[in-house]
C-alpha cells in the first residue's frame, strides 16, 4: 500500500508530492493529462518553433515562493529570466507608468506628487519580504507568525479594499498601475483585502521580479517531476480519476483539482456546494512577425503589460464581468511577451504574446475583436504583426484545464470571504469529510497563482495525518 495519491499534476499537486516524498513517503501522482503542468505548461498552439504558456506565463510569486525556493529546482533544468522590467502600464498619451525592480524608478514613473507615497507604502516591507510572504502563505493555525508584528502591519494596509488605498495617491497614473495589479485576480477593485493583493504583487516585483521561466512555463512543472522521481515517486500521465475506486490503496489521499470535481470523485455530495466560482478569461496566444509595437518605450522592455486607460476603465472592465454579466466593451488586459527576454520562445526575429480579458463565468461570446482594438489604442499596427492567434474562451480553457471551472483560472472567486477562507468556513482547509482524503489545488489557502503553497501547505497536514496512524 502506498503512503500517498495524489491527483492532479499541476504545480500544487507536484509540489504535494515532492514535499511528501522528500520525508520519505512512498507516492504516486496520476494526471488526467498526456503531460505534467495544469497551470504551468508550453505547448505550440500557433505555429511550428513558436512556444507558448496557455495560462500562466510570467512567475512573480513562483520566485517568491517559500515552497519552491525550498527545492533544488535549477538542478532539474528550471532557469529564471528576467526582463529589463518587471512590468509596465501604457497610458494613450504614449507614456506609461512602471513597476521596475527599483521602488525609486517605479516612484518616479508615478510623478512627484505621488512618489512619495508609494516610497511609504512598501518601504516598511521591502526588507522583511521573505519573511512576511512566508507567514501569510503558510499552513493556517500550525505555523506561527515568524514576524507576527510585520505581518499585523501588513494586514491593516491590506485588507481594507484597494479603493481605500488608491487615496493615497494623488494623481490617476498610481491609482491605474495599481488597479491594474488588483485585477491579475479578477477581483472587483473594491472587495475585502484587494489592497494586499496588489501590494503582494507590488512587492514581489521589487524584490523577486518578474521572470518567466526559460523554455516556458513547462519548465517549471518538469522540474518538480524530475525531483519527485528522483526521490522515488511516481508520475502516470493519461490517466483520468473518476472516482476514489480508480485509484491504488493508499494511506491518504490528495486531490488537485477544484472542490466540485474533489466531491464528484469522493462522493461527497453537496459539501462544496456553496463554493463559488468567478469571472472566466477570454485569452489569445499569438505568433508575431516582430515585437509589439508599442507606443511607450517602456512597454518594450517590460515582461507583463497591463493595458487600461485609467482606474475608472479597469473597475468598469471587472464590475462587467463580474457583476453584471456582460463582456465589457473595452477589457482590461493582461499581456506578456515572454520573447523579449527568452529568445528560445520563438524562431529568430519572430515573438510569442498572449493577451486576456476577463468575461463573465461560462461566457460563450468572442472576445477577439476587443482585445485588438485595446491592443491597437497602445500598439498602433499590432494586428500587422499577427502571423496567428489561438484563441480560448471559458469552455475551451475549463476543457484544457478540468480545474478553471467555467474559465476561472483561480478556480474560485477570489471576492469576499473566500479571498482567505477557502474552500470553505474552516480552520483545517485542506482536510474533507474523509479523513483520509486531501484538497489541495488553489481553491484553498493562500489561493490562485504559480506557487505552490497550498500543495506544500497540505502535504503538512497529510504528513502529520500519517505520522498518527
Known amino acids: 500500500m502506498l503512503d500517498a495519491v495524489v491527483v492532479g499534476a499541476g504545480p500544487n499537486g507536484l509540489t504535494a ?10 507516492v504516486a501522482l496520476f494526471e488526467a493529462k498526456g503531460t505534467v503542468g495544469g497551470g504551468a505548461r508550453t505547448e ?15 512567475h512573480p510569486l513562483a520566485v517568491s515562493s517559500p515552497a519552491f525556493r525550498g527545492l533544488p529546482l535549477e538542478r532539474y533544468g528550471l532557469e529564471w529570466l528576467h526582463p529589463e ?23 518616479a514613473s508615478f510623478g512627484p506628487r505621488d512618489a512619495g507615497a508609494y516610497r511609504r507604502l512598501v518601504t516598511p516591507f521591502l526588507h522583511r519580504w521573505d519573511t512576511l510572504v512566508r507567514d501569510f502563505m503558510s499552513l493556517p493555525l500550525t505555523a506561527l507568525p515568524r514576524d507576527p508584528v510585520t505581518l499585523a502591519r501588513f494586514g491593516l494596509v491590506g485588507l481594507p479594499p484597494s479603493t481605500w488605498l488608491a487615496r493615497r495617491f494623488r494623481d490617476e497614473r498610481a491609482r491605474t498601475l495599481f488597479a491594474g495589479l488588483v485585477a491579475h485576480v479578477m477581483a472587483p477593485l473594491s472587495g475585502f483585502a484587494t489592497s494586499a493583493i496588489g501590494l503582494v504583487f507590488a512587492l514581489a516585483a521589487h524584490t523577486r521580479g518578474w521572470p518567466v521561466a526559460r523554455g516556458g512555463s513547462q519548465a517549471i512543472s518538469d522540474a518538480l517531476a524530475g525531483y519527485l522521481r528522483e526521490l522515488g515517486g511516481a508520475v502516470h500521465t493519461d490517466y483520468e ?10 494511506r491518504a489521499y490528495v486531490f488537485d483539482t477544484s472542490p466540485t470535481a474533489l466531491a464528484r470523485i469522493a462522493g461527497f455530495g453537496d459539501h462544496y456546494a456553496r463554493y463559488r466560482y468567478g469571472p472566466g478569461v477570454f485569452k489569445i496566444d499569438y505568433a508575431l512577425d516582430g515585437p509589439v509595437p508599442w507606443t511607450a518605450p517602456e512597454a518594450r522592455r517590460a515582461g507583463t503589460v497591463q493595458i487600461g486607460a485609467d482606474s475608472t476603465e479597469i473597475g468598469a472592465a471587472l464590475r462587467a464581468a463580474s457583476r453584471e454579466k456582460q463582456a465589457p466593451d473595452a477589457p482590461f488586459l493582461i499581456t506578456v511577451q515572454p520573447s523579449v527576454v527568452d529568445p528560445t520562445r520563438a524562431p529568430d526575429g519572430k515573438h510569442v504574446f498572449w493577451a486576456y480579458g476577463h468575461v463573465p463565468h461560462g461566457w460563450t461570446g468572442d472576445l477577439t475583436d476587443a482585445i485588438e482594438r ?3 489604442r497602445f500598439a498602433p499596427g499590432f494586428r500587422d504583426r499577427v502571423l496567428a492567434r489561438a484563441t480560448a474562451g471559458p469552455p475551451e480553457l475549463a476543457a484544457r484545464n478540468a480545474n478553471y471551472v467555467g474559465g476561472d483560472i483561480a478556480t474560485g472567486a477570489v471576492s469576499g470571504l473566500q479571498t ?3 474552500p470553505k468556513l474552516s480552520l483545517f482547509p485542506y482536510s474533507t469529510p474523509h479523513p483520509a482524503v486531501f484538497i489541495c489545488s488553489q481553491a484553498t489557502p493562500p489561493g490562485p497563482g504559480v506557487h505552490g503553497m497550498p500543495g506544500h501547505n497540505a502535504a503538512k497536514a497529510v504528513w502529520r495525518r500519517l505520522r498518527q496512524t
Do not use: I, N
Open 85 to 107: 522590467l518587471p512590468m509596465a502600464h501604457p497610458f494613450p498619451d504614449g507614456t506609461a507608468a512602471v513597476l521596475a525592480r527599483s521602488v525609486g524608478e517605479t516612484a
Open 241 to 250: 480519476v473518476k472516482r476514489l475506486d480508480d485509484l491504488p490503496p493508499a
Open 44 to 58: 505550440e498552439l500557433t505555429l511550428p518553433g513558436f512556444r507558448h504558456d496557455p495560462c500562466s506565463a510570467a
Open 374 to 376: 485595446q491592443l491597437e
Open 420 to 422: 482567505l477562507l477557502r
Open 17 to 26: 508530492a515532492v514535499e511528501l516524498a522528500r520525508r520519505g513517503f512512498s
